[in-house]
């Protein structure tokens, strides 16, 4: 079955900096890749997406990118705030109709961002 | 839209007992799965049902289990309760790739 790490389990920046997770999926067969935000006491909430025919996707100040060939996807979010604090998650799984309830999920990384 | 819902949110339990967990999904997804979150193991599969049946299965044993229903709502169920099923339980509904999160039952048993 997939298998998916993420790095670092944990993650402290100053606010403004940049903050990069990286993650990397063993099933070459996996083509769709979120990101989700959990915040202390709540739900998982999709953030951002990638699906395998793109290789990189933007949308304000949150960015993911696909390596397919390496089997690695990363997601980075520039001049981070305070409320960036949260865990993070990535996944690995399928887009189609069919298969795409069962997402393997990372460890998740725990962001801090220092005032 | 309403967003997926979770009922009941907070449940305690003995060792031994049995639950029953309830999940709605938003309004025309037919998807819904289930995922078990604990500290110290992350977001863990549990199953996925589709139009009634479970297509997918992830690595719990027998004493969990679930159905789905006509209107895509969701149960799971956990038979003979162990201290280790203390846990956050969410379910997500899903509109082909997106997955949307319940706001989970936390389930503790003593």
């Known amino acids: 079955g997939e298998n998916v790490e993420q790095h670092p389990s944990t993650l402290s920046v100053q606010e403004g900096d940049s903050a990069v997770i990286k993650c990397t999926y063993s099933?070459?067969?996996?083509?769709?890749f979120p990101w989700y935000k959990q915040e202390l006491g709540k739900r998982p909430q999709l953030i951002i997406d990638i699906r395998s025919n793109v290789g990189e996707k933007k949308d304000q100040r949150i960015a993911v990118t696909l390596n397919k060939t390496a089997k690695h996807f990363s997601l980075h979010i520039t001049e981070t705030q305070p409320e960036d604090s949260a865990v993070y998650f990535c996944?690995?799984?399928?887009?189609?109709?069919?298969?795409?309830?069962?997402?393997?999920f990372g460890d998740g990384t725990t962001l801090t961002v220092k005032p | 839209k309403a967003g997926v819902t979770q009922t009941p949110r907070y449940l305690i339990k003995t060792r031994g007992q049995q639950v029953t967990l309830s999940c709605s999904p938003i309004s025309g997804h037919r998807s819904v799965s289930w995922y078990q979150q604990t500290p110290g193991q992350g977001l863990q599969f549990l199953f996925e049902y589709f139009s009634e049946t479970q297509r997918n299965k992830g690595n719990f044993p027998g004493r969990f289990s679930g159905r789905q229903f006509s209107n895509s709502r969701s149960e799971m169920n956990v038979s003979t309760l162990e201290l280790g099923d203390s846990a956050l339980y969410l379910c997500?509904?899903?509109?082909?790739?997106?997955?949307?999160f319940g706001p989970g039952t936390r389930l503790t048993v003593t």
């Open positions: 996944a690995a799984g399928s887009a189609s109709n069919t298969n795409a309830g069962k997402s393997t």
């Open positions: 099933d070459s067969a996996s083509n769709y």
């Open positions: 997500a509904s899903r509109l082909r790739g997106e997955q949307y």
